[in-house]
């Protein structure tokens, strides 16, 4: 480009420095200029001093252009000027971009924030990673990841147990068991059930957390013969007693059993679950108590320093033996640990990374589309570019403002973002079913605020570096030159824009077809027979105090009350008592022991005890023998009623009729006789209905139990009758009555099933819609683009056919192309996801069809309108442009 | 005529005014420097010249390429009638405020002739 200097006497300035200058300058003849006169300076320098001396300022020469030209006072505050005005000047395009963004950017931040809140964050104890829990388990079901559904199978542990593992384990320095327990507290003159626990001292210094007032419990707690005590949560503290400071020393009755407060725990503080108000100590009967086959309690603790998980796993294994040898009824029985987090976060987990995954694709996809909709916007601007460049803007001045616009747009598309996930953030938490373990540690923290800006810098990259380089890559004379609206450089814009609509249709199919799945896993599980007949009956759990237990026929007395009293009630068709009711969260599973043709045969069923009209009022059909009557009472022949599924796993093909089974703990040595067959109810609706058995109310009588009350017509009008017949009998009951439909529909699989199915729709949704948008505009802009070709080729006769055709073929094409690669991502991301599906398979077909056809329906539809506004370019008009 | 005109702005026109005729970057820069006695920053003077040619004050013409230049052709800066106008708007700016203050001005010594 640059000719040779004449005459070999004139020295070349320093090469490097040469080099630089020439990418340091502006475009065109000003740049062109400068390195002229810099180059002559030198000259001049040269001959009148010194070699070193012109090569000095030389140099300098380009240093100062270097800072003037490209640093950072280089027209910055102009490039931002220009930018805002650019940016204002297409409203609709800039705000279509920024809304988009903000909307990705606030989805992806909620879901993030509460994904590392929930799984992340270290739980809010010294050392957290240190506490485990303890179970006993089958020796044969060893080994699998803990998910909710896991953990309830397997074995609570027996105090004697605990005691145990407390006293002789080597490798945990604190040792503390516990069960989540309902006590009826008076709140003010109200009686009121209240979630707590009934803990040893070992679980407040396993974990760690000292009371914010008085005292946690201590080792003097648990010794036979001390005082029951009780320690409140904070929220319960400043409920019940307005945060008081004198109420330690009072007494507080649980379940009618005073125990004096002694200490109140820090807010934040509710182990073992969401919502734990208050902390009981044992009392004497479960301290002494020697049974060690039915267990009921949970075991926390904390690793002693040094010891690694895995050793602590192998010593209580060997514990577990030493135990066996002492008790051999404890043969057959593991011993599993925990880590503490892995059992709070379960489920939740792999719900949460679905999410992820989802918000993320939801990401890309918008990602996607700002930067088709800035490209678009760059293109069309290819001639005012060319002729600033042209004028003598440095490419550099112009690619940063490029950049400054999409910064801009990301920038505030990731604050508007922020905010929007601030606002969602609390509907997101409740709305999630069965609550969200760690809750309320979760909040939008300076973190987030951290991701979400990371999230707007690498959109604002990714949307920026395209069209940035796509515009300056611009020939000026070639743009200045051409006449034409379509310019050389369209091919590979037109791939670049074919590529970022693909994927983005892919994308929104592969979300579609999840949303698909698991809606319809959603209506598998709401429609799947449950056994019973659930409508028009009305439940109402009663937890009698401790006052009824002495002696034992007050309980029997006030529920046979109840229920008479409950069956004047016109419209009542029926009244019963059960102990364990389906979809109730909860189910009792004692070991078992059966009379079989060879000798006993031992497993594990469901227990509940029930009154005579139990099974008529759900409408469970009774498929041998008999049930219960009131000559099932106390001093008769103990008798059974068992269930379908019981029958087959342990008398398969045989009359059950007359056999004897017992409850396999030394406690109970009756053995109850099979006196009838029921069919099978389901506990959860994603569950098959486990074998199960019965007894009678009447002979194995129980202070607590769900009363069921059949209705003719409107339940709701009874609802207050119940509750009114409960309170004439013991006006201190707390009582909710519900009806069973409405406990069914709120059973945590199916709120689970139900809240992945519709934050997965509207995921998808706002993928589909943007994908089908990004179609449309694609092919708008190309239409708009050529109608001086497309009127050239119908003025020589083109069919209009053959126009409609090329349009709808290419986003057809996309289409197709983003179904195919959509659905394949699909079935790849469905392994994964197939344990949280309920009787639909990932490969789905109505699914699959259906997406396949609704994208390719909505493909088609965004290809029409351009594809007629093309047919419609008159011949005449293309031509005279 | 829009914003006023910047200290910097002003002596390049100045300087170009000086010249009577189109004169080129090195040769403005020079007589910058030996009438104040002050460096120049090369940078600043180049996107300056830019400046005031995107305002219309100055227009540029392109002059022959020679070997000394390495081959590029020179450009020759002219002061058009905006930039005389801005001048003398900042004349006179200067000169009302100046009224009455010139003694405490005054600096010892004059700058050589060019």
Redesign the interface.
């Known amino acids: 480009?640059?000719?040779?200097?004449?005459?070999s006497e004139?020295p070349r300035p320093p090469r490097v420095a040469e080099w630089l200058l020439r990418r340091l300058v502006?475009l065109g003849?000003?740049g062109?200029?400068?390195?002229?006169?810099a180059?002559?300076?030198h000259?001049r320098r040269a001959r009148t001093g010194s070699r070193a001396g012109a090569a000095l300022h030389y140099w300098?020469?380009t240093l100062?252009?270097?800072?003037?030209?490209a640093g950072p006072g280089?027209?910055f505050a102009t490039s931002f000027r220009q930018a805002v005005r650019a940016l204002v000047r297409r409203p609709l395009l800039t705000g279509a971009s920024v809304g988009t963004l903000a909307l990705g950017i606030g989805a992806a931040t909620t879901v993030f924030s509460v994904a590392y809140g929930v799984m992340f964050e270290p739980l809010p104890y010294p050392e957290p990673d240190r506490l485990v829990e303890v179970f006993r388990e089958d020796a044969n079901v060893t080994g699998l990841h803990p998910t909710a559904a896991r953990v309830s199978g397997l074995y609570a542990v027996p105090f004697s147990l605990f005691r145990d593992w407390r006293d002789r384990s080597p490798v945990f320095s604190a040792t503390g068991a516990f069960t989540p327990f309902a006590f009826t507290v008076r709140v003010g003159d109200r009686p009121e059930r209240v979630l707590g626990a009934v803990a040893s001292s070992g679980v407040f210094v396993a974990l760690g957390t000292r009371a914010q007032l008085g005292r946690t419990l201590t080792p003097g707690d648990d010794e036979v013969g001390a005082p029951r005590v009780a320690v409140l949560s904070h929220g319960f503290w400043e409920r019940a007693y307005g945060g008081d400071p004198s109420v330690l020393g009072r007494t507080l009755a649980l379940n009618g059993t005073p125990n004096t407060i002694v200490g109140v725990m820090p807010e934040g503080f509710d182990f073992p679950g969401e919502g734990t108000e208050v902390w009981g100590s044992f009392d004497d009967a479960s301290k002494q108590n020697p049974v060690r086959e039915a267990g009921w309690l949970q075991v926390v603790a904390r690793l002693r320093p040094g010891v690694s998980f895995e050793r602590a796993e192998r010593e209580m294994d060997q514990l577990a033996q030493r135990i066996i040898e002492d008790h051999p009824e404890e043969a057959g029985k593991a011993v599993a640990l925990f880590r503490l987090r892995d059992l709070v976060v379960a489920d939740t987990g792999n719900r949460l990374w679905m999410l992820v995954a989802a918000v993320g694709s939801v990401l890309l996809v918008v990602c996607a589309n700002v930067a088709g909709l800035l490209l678009v916007r760059a293109s069309d601007r290819r001639r005012e570019l060319a002729v600033r460049l042209a004028?003598?803007s440095g490419r550099r001045r112009l690619g940063c403002q490029l950049l400054m616009e999409s910064g801009l747009i990301a920038l505030v598309g990731g604050g508007l973002g922020y905010g929007l996930a601030a606002l969602a953030l609390g509907p997101f938490l409740a709305a999630f079913p069965g609550g969200v373990p760690r809750a309320s540690e979760i909040t939008l923290d300076a973190r987030v605020l951290l991701v979400s800006v990371a999230l707007a810098a690498a959109t604002s990259l990714l949307t920026g570096l395209l069209p940035a380089f796509v515009g300056t890559k611009t020939d000026v004379g070639d743009v200045l030159r051409s006449t034409q609206r379509s310019v050389t450089g369209g091919r590979r814009q037109r791939r670049l824009q074919d590529v970022l609509v693909g994927a983005e249709v892919t994308l929104a199919v592969a979300l579609l077809v999840t949303a698909g799945l698991f809606i319809r896993s959603f209506s598998e599980m709401r429609d799947v027979d449950p056994g019973f007949h659930p409508d028009g009956i009305l439940t109402a759990y009663l937890s009698l105090p401790g006052s009824y237990r002495q002696p034992v026929s007050r309980a029997g007395t006030f529920f046979d009350e109840l229920t008479h009293r409950l069956r004047e009630i016109p419209d009542v068709e029926a009244a019963t008592v059960v102990t364990q009711m389906p979809y109730a969260g909860g189910y009792s599973r004692p070991p078992v022991r059966t009379e079989s043709a060879n000798g006993f045969e031992d497993g594990s069923a469901h227990i509940s005890a029930a009154a005579p009209g139990y099974f008529r009022a759900l409408g469970v059909p009774l498929t041998r023998g008999r049930v219960f009557t009131e000559d099932d009472g106390p001093g008769t022949e103990p008798v059974v009623v068992v269930n379908e599924p019981f029958v087959d796993r342990f008398w398969p093909g045989q009359d059950p009729l007359g056999r004897r089974m017992r409850i396999n703990t030394s406690s109970d040595s009756t053995w109850y006789t099979v006196v009838g067959v029921v069919g099978a109810m389901r506990y959860q609706p994603d569950q098959p209905p486990p074998p199960e058995f019965y007894t009678s109310l009447a002979q194995s009588p129980s202070y607590w139990g769900t009363v069921v009350v059949k209705v003719r017509g409107d339940a709701d009008e009874v609802a207050p009758l119940v509750r009114q017949a409960v309170w004439e009998l013991d006006a201190g009951l707390p009582v909710t009555v519900r009806s069973l439909r409405s406990r069914m529909e709120a059973s945590s699989a199916l709120l689970g099933a139900r809240f992945a199915g519709i934050v997965l729709a509207g995921l998808a949704a706002i993928a589909a819609l943007l994908a089908v948008l990004g179609v449309y505009a694609v092919l708008a802009y190309a239409v708009s683009q050529s109608t001086r070709e497309i009127g050239i080729r119908t003025a020589l006769g083109a069919e209009k056919s053959a126009v409609l055709t090329s349009v709808l073929r290419r986003g057809l094409g996309l289409g197709g192309i983003g179904v195919a690669l959509g659905l394949g991502l699909a079935l790849l991301g469905g392994r994964f996801l197939e344990h949280l599906m309920f009787e639909v398979r990932p490969s789905d077909p109505l699914t699959l069809v259906t997406v396949s056809a609704l994208v390719l329906l909505a493909t088609l539809a965004a290809s029409w309108l351009p594809a007629l506004r093309a047919v419609r370019v008159p011949p005449a008009r293309a031509l005279r442009e | 005529m829009g914003r006023a005109l910047g200290g910097f702005e002003q002596t390049v026109l100045l300087a170009i005014l000086q010249s009577g005729d189109a004169t080129d970057g090195v040769s403005i820069r020079r007589k910058i420097e030996s009438r104040t006695g002050m460096e120049t920053s090369t940078g600043a003077l180049y996107t300056t010249l830019e400046r005031l040619s995107g305002r219309g004050l100055i227009s540029f013409e392109m002059g022959a390429s020679t070997p000394a230049r390495g081959g590029r052709r020179k450009r020759f800066y002219r002061l058009e009638r905006a930039g005389l106008e801005a001048l003398r708007e900042s004349f006179s700016v200067f000169t009302s405020m100046v009224r009455g203050v010139e003694s405490l001005l005054e600096a010892g010594g004059e700058a050589e002739g060019s």
């Open positions: 480009m640059s000719g040779r200097d004449g005459g004139a502006p003849t000003e062109k200029s400068i390195l002229g006169d180059r002559e300076e000259r300098r020469f100062s252009v270097a800072w003037h030209f280089a027209g004028m003598g």
